[in-house]
């Protein structure tokens, strides 16, 4: 399993995913937690489940996703956002991704683990 956490530390709105890393580390014993830059490219894991915690707005708490166009639906519009989703997508369609889940966490996150 890997885990990819998105976001920015130094900016309100883009780093509630960020926050949750102390929790992660609990639930997650052992597996690698990452804050990745996507603009640098993503490497999914070769095998095993790869699970992306990211910001997202039009949610009011913590929403987990398997389906990428749900996700994409509910993501802010910006040059960052549509990069990773092409991302994903191509890898995806190029078989690269086994297993994928995306943990979203409202931008107004606040709440601490």
């Known amino acids: 399993m890997k885990i990819s956490v998105l976001g920015n530390p130094d900016l309100k709105e883009d780093n509630a995913a960020i926050k949750l890393i ?47 166009d749900k996700f994409e639906a509910l993501r802010r519009v910006g040059v960052h956002d549509y990069e990773v989703m092409t991302e994903l997508k191509l890898l995806k369609k190029l078989g690269k991704i086994n297993k994928l889940k995306i943990l979203a966490i409202p931008i107004a996150f606040h709440r601490k683990y």
Do not use: N
């Open 22 to 68: 102390p929790w992660l580390k609990r639930k997650y014993p052992g597996v690698e937690i990452k804050i990745e830059d996507p603009s640098g490219g993503m490497i999914p894991p070769k095998a095993g489940e790869w699970l992306i915690v990211d910001a997202c707005e039009g949610i009011d708490k913590i929403t987990e996703f398997e389906d990428l």
